[in-house]
């Protein structure tokens, strides 16, 4: 397991940035983020916790604090900050707290774990217009706290649907939700 105790923006190569997103299952988020232009990178981990080199086993109890996550490495000249946060406030739903579907517990919550001040502010600024907006029915309860600590997960986790699209909560949850993804953002996909 991989522990990053800052940030990681040292660590890219030039000209890449990182940002970190919880919207449940870290499955269904990789799994979407993977198809973006400009994506180059998406670890799923385990951040915003209190133990060190949390297992899948320890966040599960609910009781370490961490959500899963992904770890997203992109070229801001290919697709902006902006554009991830368009991602994934539709790609989940904001609005419900510690939870995604049949997911239940503060793991699943809904959290931007920001590693700079911009990042800070523009996610501050777009949930405040999305709530504005009245793009959801009900208000956005979805964190925004500073990147301090993320813990890449057990290598079985990475790339997981990909790995396994015929298992069955790829097949009927992470699927659906992939062609919901791609018909929205089809102008921001990778070519085939």
Same mark, same amino acid.
């Given at each position: 397991? *991989?522990?990053?105790?800052? *940030? @990681?923006?040292?660590?890219?190569?030039?000209? =890449?940035?990182?940002?970190? $997103?919880?919207?449940?299952?870290?499955? !269904?988020?990789?799994?979407?983020?993977?198809?973006?232009?400009?994506?180059?990178?998406?670890?799923? %981990?385990?951040? @915003? %916790?209190?133990?060190?080199?949390?297992?899948?086993?320890?966040? !599960?109890?609910?009781?370490? @604090?961490? /959500?899963?996550?992904?770890?997203? *490495?992109?070229?801001?000249?290919?697709?902006? $900050?902006?554009?991830?946060?368009?991602? $994934?406030?539709?790609?989940?739903?904001? *609005?419900?707290?510690?939870?995604?579907?049949?997911?239940? %517990?503060?793991?699943?919550?809904?959290?931007? $774990?920001?590693?700079?001040?911009?990042? =800070?502010?523009?996610?501050?600024?777009?949930?405040?217009?999305?709530?504005?907006?009245?793009?959801?029915?009900?208000?956005?309860?979805?964190? +925004?706290?500073? #990147?301090?600590?993320?813990?890449? /997960?057990? %290598?079985?986790?990475?790339?997981?649907?990909?790995?396994?699209? =015929?298992?069955?909560? !790829?097949?009927? +949850?992470? =699927?659906?939700? #992939?062609?919901?993804?791609? /018909?929205?953002?089809?102008?921001?996909?990778?070519?085939?």
């Amino acid at each position: 397991m *991989t522990n990053s105790s800052d *940030t @990681g923006q040292s660590d890219l190569a030039v000209g =890449r940035q990182q940002a970190t $997103f919880g919207s449940g299952c870290f499955w !269904c988020t990789e799994a979407v983020f993977q198809q973006l232009d400009g994506v180059e990178a998406v670890v799923s %981990g385990y951040s @915003g %916790g209190k133990l060190p080199n949390p297992t899948y086993e320890d966040i !599960c109890t609910g009781a370490t @604090g961490h /959500a899963e996550v992904i770890q997203v *490495t992109f070229d801001p000249a290919v697709v902006s $900050f902006a554009d991830l946060l368009e991602a $994934f406030w539709h790609s989940h739903d904001p *609005t419900t707290l510690n939870q995604q579907g049949n997911d239940v %517990g503060t793991q699943y919550r809904s959290v931007v $774990f920001y590693h700079d001040d911009e990042q =800070r502010k523009l996610a501050e600024l777009y949930k405040q217009k999305l709530d504005e907006s009245g793009a959801f029915d009900d208000p956005i309860v979805t964190e +925004i706290s500073p #990147l301090n600590d993320f813990y890449a /997960a057990e %290598g079985y986790h990475q790339n997981y649907y990909n790995d396994n699209p =015929r298992q069955g909560y !790829c097949a009927f +949850i992470i =699927r659906p939700k #992939l062609d919901k993804f791609r /018909a929205a953002f089809a102008d921001k996909l990778k070519s085939p």
